[in-house]
């Protein structure tokens, strides 16, 4: 007899899945750090590995009935090292953010000195904001970008470092539209003895396709997520010189972690496969492509762009010269299917609860075959809702619309209407 599956055993749950495969089907996401994964990746994730538990390392495990699992990892592992071209991979982190804390436990003692990109210039809570533990267990600075262009100030990068005298130095960012210049990061930490860690998690599939510039071999650590550009699963990875490999792996486990999601780690070992693909290549390049299209675009329908544009896949939109806030904005364009997020500015006077900007991502638009003409078209629509956010009836229309165009494009791991 067939044991009952989703829609017997849960209803309610059944039909709140759906109602989300329905929502990421008809509206054009936009969050910079979503993206659709494919069918493969779902069916990894989704599979028996989720039963099984893994404290330890492949042959290092403190579990029995290890075979099938150390080599999953081991395949994740393989993979990513021959896509990033890094001497060391641990695949076992939850996500970003324990990854990162991974980095502190590896290199520093509470109080110890540390710097990066400061939060309202378009750094991460994990590079040492006050909010986040990583601010509150560590003496941090932040560095921030040029008032006149909105670029990292490397100027303001040396003198911090030089004064503050790092553990560690963060190159990385989660609301910056040009490329890292990570040899300009190393120039610096190695004046004060400092170890350079790479965040990548919104680029690494940029990085993976080559079109962006990567910090391995320049970076003694490298961390990222592995969804966002690199369309994977939900999770976490680092990669780092040989050196330091002892270091991270043990920060990892036992020092933060217990077993490892190995239904992940296979969802994992799926996405670097099919990032070595000629097709994922091109996909990367019109990330950027379509990032460039979009911001060309919004500059000639009269919104403000923090750099003035993009390098990458993210865009930042300054919405003062349209007389609205970021945030209801951010809700009104999601009613009309155009779903971003709300996010401060560098120099922003607004509060980070109601700023001045949104901020967007090209990835998953992307992921669905859209170019440079719906770009064209999105632009658009934007510009109708911020000139009448409290139009239901227009934003209902614009609705319609995008759902139409979203119906041409359909997209990857979703069930096919």
Same mark, same amino acid.
């Given at each position: 007899? &067939? @044991?009952?599956? !989703?829609? @017997?055993?849960?209803?309610?749950?059944?039909?709140?899945?759906?109602?989300? @495969?329905? *929502?990421?089907?008809?509206?054009? *996401? !936009?969050?910079a750090s979503e993206n659709y994964v494919s069918r493969a990746v779902l069916e990894a994730t989704g599979s028996v590995l989720t039963n099984k538990y893994s404290e330890g390392y492949p042959e290092k495990r403190y579990y029995e009935? &290890? +075979? /099938? /699992?150390? +080599?999953?990892? !081991?395949? =994740? /592992? @393989? %993979?990513?090292k021959a896509l990033?071209? =890094?001497d060391h991979v641990n695949v076992q982190p939850y996500s970003g953010s324990p990854a990162n804390l991974a980095v502190y436990l590896a290199f520093c003692a509470a109080g110890d000195p540390v710097v990066g990109l400061a939060l309202p210039a378009g750094g991460h809570l994990t590079h040492g904001w006050n909010v986040s533990i990583t601010g509150k267990y560590f003496q941090s600075r932040g560095y921030?970008?040029?008032k006149d262009d909105h670029r990292i100030d490397f100027d303001e990068v040396r003198a911090i470092v030089r004064e503050h005298k790092p553990k560690i130095l963060w190159c990385g960012t989660t609301a910056y539209p040009r490329v890292l210049e990570f040899a300009k990061f190393r120039e610096i930490a190695d004046e004060v003895g400092a170890i350079l860690c790479a965040d990548i998690a919104h680029i690494a599939g940029l990085v993976a396709g080559g079109v962006h510039p990567s910090p391995i071999g320049i970076a003694d650590v490298v961390t990222s997520t592995t969804h966002k550009t690199l369309r994977g699963p939900r999770g976490g990875i680092i990669m780092c010189k040989a050196e330091h490999a002892k270091a991270i792996d043990r920060a990892v486990f036992p020092g933060l972690q217990g077993g490892p999601h190995n239904h992940t780690t296979a969802g994992i070992a799926v996405a670097a496969k099919e990032a070595q693909s000629p097709d994922f290549k091109q996909y990367a390049a019109n990330i950027v492509a379509n990032a460039k299209a979009l911001a060309e675009a919004l500059l000639g329908q009269g919104f403000n762009l923090i750099t003035g544009g993009t390098d990458n896949h993210l865009v930042l939109v300054d919405?003062?010269?349209? +007389?609205?806030?970021?945030?209801?904005a951010a809700q009104a364009l999601d009613r009309a299917g155009? #779903?971003?997020?709300?996010?401060?500015i560098p120099f922003d006077p607004r509060k980070p609860f109601d700023p001045s900007g949104i901020r967007m991502g090209t990835a998953a638009l992307t992921s669905r075959g859209m170019g440079p003409a719906e770009m &064209?078209?999105?632009?658009?629509?934007?510009? %109708? #809702?911020? &000139?009448a956010p409290d139009d239901g009836a227009l934003l209902d229309r614009i609705a319609a619309e995008v759902k139409e165009m979203c119906s041409a494009f359909p997209a990857p791991g979703l069930p096919r209407a």
């Open positions: 007899m &067939q @044991e009952p599956g !989703l829609n @017997e055993v849960d209803p309610k749950l059944a039909a709140l899945i759906r109602a989300e @495969e329905t *929502r990421e089907a008809d509206k054009l *996401r !936009l969050i009935g &290890q +075979q /099938i /699992i150390d +080599q999953v990892e !081991l395949l =994740a /592992i @393989e %993979r990513l990033f071209g =890094a921030g970008v040029r919405l003062t010269p349209k +007389q609205i806030g970021g945030k209801p155009i #779903v971003c997020n709300y996010n401060s &064209q078209r999105l632009a658009g629509f934007m510009n %109708r #809702v911020v &000139q």
